[in-house]
Nanobody, 119 residues
């Protein structure tokens, strides 16, 4: 499974963006999908996670500003963020526990997309 993360870039404080993690079958509801981020000098941090029951969890630092969703038409899982702050600057990584019938779950990581929030 090859995950393609996209949508990052330079955003002004207070702005918004939409990140996409795409792969064939990724939006299947049996998959667990998460977005993490890794800032320079920091630790990897959970941004959002959606499990196979549709239960969603957000990291404390993005609650109220982030929305994770599945897009079956685009074969993607989206992360939308609003009211961006300089502290949101990081490499955003998608992670999937991908369900394959007969095999169970396998874990995959995308290459990441850089988000920089700056004026």
């Amino acid at each position: 499974v090859q995950l393609q993360a996209s949508g990052g870039g330079l955003v002004q404080p207070g702005g918004s963006l939409s990140l996409s993690c795409s792969a064939s079958g990724i939006a299947d509801s049996r998959n667990h999908v998460a977005w993490y981020r890794h800032a320079p000098g920091g630790m990897r941090e959970l941004v959002a996670h959606i499990d196979n029951h549709g239960i969603i969890k957000y990291g404390d630092s993005v609650k109220g500003r982030a929305t994770i969703s599945r897009d079956n038409a685009k074969n993607a899982v989206l992360l939308q963020m609003t009211n961006l702050k300089p502290a949101d600057t990081a490499l955003y990584l998608c992670n999937v526990d991908f369900y394959t019938p007969g095999l169970g779950y396998g874990t995959y990581w995308g290459q990441g997309t850089q988000v920089t929030v700056s004026s």
